[in-house]
T-cell receptor, first 114, second 112 residues
Framework: DAGITQSPRYKITETGRQVTLMCHQT?????MFWYRQDLGHGLRLIYY???????DKGEVPDGYVVSRSKTENFPLTLESATRSQTSVYFC?????????????FGPGTRLLVL | GNSVTQMEGPVTLSEEAFLTINCTYT??????LFWYVQYPGEGLQLLLK?????DKGSNKGFEATYRKETTSFHLEKGSVQVSDSAVYFC???????????FGAGTTVTVRA
C-alpha cells in the first residue's frame, strides 16, 4: 500500500533549468494538488486537478506547469527555475466523493535553486 | 476570500504540560475546519476535523471545537509528550470548492 509518493525527495538545480517533480498515488483519487511550503506562509496551493485532463490554477501558479494524463500521476514542472522557487513541495490527493474532505499528503520534495 | 490565522510559534513546553494553539478563520458560509500535523521530515497528516458548528474533533488526545460565534478552532491537549513535537497547521475548506486554506503553522517542541 504505497499511498502517495513523490520523487525526487531532494533536488538541487541551477537558475534557468527545467525541473520536473513527480507525484504518484495508488488510490485512484480524483483530486490532486500541488503546494509549496515556505517559512511564514504555511502551504500555498500552486495547481490542482479534479480529474485526468482537468487542471486549474491555485494561489501561486506563475512559473509552474502541470499535466494530468493519467489519474494516478500529477507532475509539476518548473519551466525555468528561479531562486524564489526554492521551497518544499507537497503533493496531495483526495477523493471527496467518498472520504469526506480529507487530503492525503506525500512526503515532500525539497528543491534548492542556486 | 478565505483565510486562517494561527498563533505564531515556536512554542516550547515541558512534557505533561497543557498545549493550546489558537486558530481563527475568515470564510463565507460554513466551512469545514481541520488540524494537520507535520512531523520532522514528513508530509502533513490529518490530526482532526470538524464539519459544522459546535462539533468537536478529537484524536491522539488532541481536541478542537468548531466555534462559529468566535470563528475559532483552537487546538488543545492536556498532557503533551515528546512525540508531539511537530508543526501544526490549521486549515479550512469552504463548501463551494475543494481547496484548503492553511494557516502559517505553529512549531511545537516538547522537552523531556
Amino acid at each position: 500500500d504505497a499511498g502517495i509518493t513523490q520523487s525526487p525527495r531532494y533536488k538541487i538545480t541551477e537558475t534557468g533549468r527545467q525541473v520536473t517533480l513527480m507525484c504518484h498515488q495508488t488510490w485512484s483519487h480524483s483530486y490532486m494538488f500541488w503546494y509549496r511550503q515556505d517559512l511564514g506562509h504555511g502551504l500555498r496551493l500552486i495547481y490542482y486537478s479534479a480529474a485526468a485532463d482537468i487542471t486549474d490554477k491555485g494561489e501561486v501558479p506563475d512559473g509552474y506547469v502541470v499535466s494530468r494524463s493519467k489519474t494516478e500521476n500529477f507532475p509539476l514542472t518548473l519551466e525555468s527555475a528561479t531562486r524564489s522557487q526554492t521551497s518544499v513541495y507537497f503533493c496531495a490527493s483526495s477523493d471527496y466523493g467518498s472520504d469526506q474532505e480529507t487530503q492525503y499528503f506525500g512526503p515532500g520534495t525539497r528543491l534548492l535553486v542556486l | 476570500g478565505n483565510s486562517v490565522t494561527q498563533m505564531e510559534g515556536p512554542v516550547t513546553l515541558s512534557e505533561e504540560a497543557f498545549l493550546t494553539i489558537n486558530c481563527t478563520y475568515t470564510a463565507t458560509g460554513y466551512p469545514s475546519l481541520f488540524w494537520y500535523v507535520q512531523y520532522p521530515g514528513e508530509g502533513l497528516q490529518l490530526l482532526l476535523k470538524a464539519t459544522k458548528a459546535d462539533d468537536k474533533g478529537s484524536n491522539k488526545g488532541f481536541e478542537a471545537t468548531y466555534r462559529k460565534e468566535t470563528t475559532s478552532f483552537h487546538l488543545e491537549k492536556g498532557s503533551v509528550q515528546v512525540s508531539d513535537s511537530a508543526v501544526y497547521f490549521c486549515a479550512l475548506k469552504s463548501r463551494v470548492d475543494y481547496k484548503l486554506s492553511f494557516g502559517a503553522g505553529t512549531t511545537v517542541t516538547v522537552r523531556a
